[in-house]
């Protein structure tokens, strides 16, 4: 009998668990602008957010060997 053995864990690359990391943690900064709608914090926030969400999406994209995203 022939036993078949998977891993559960996924192999992905520095780069790009570096960018799903950076595009959670931006997806989750824009929660307080939903909460708070007014003020330089928020601005603040939405803008490192954004910077955030730009940075992981590029890295994510751009972590293959083939052409990027």
Known sequence: MVAFRQSASMEIPNQSGTGIALFV???L???PSLLRQEGLLTYGIL???AVLLTVGTYLFGTSGGDRPV
């Open 47 to 49: 803008l490192v957010a």
């Open 29 to 31: 900064l824009f929660i």
């Open 25 to 27: 943690v931006g997806v």
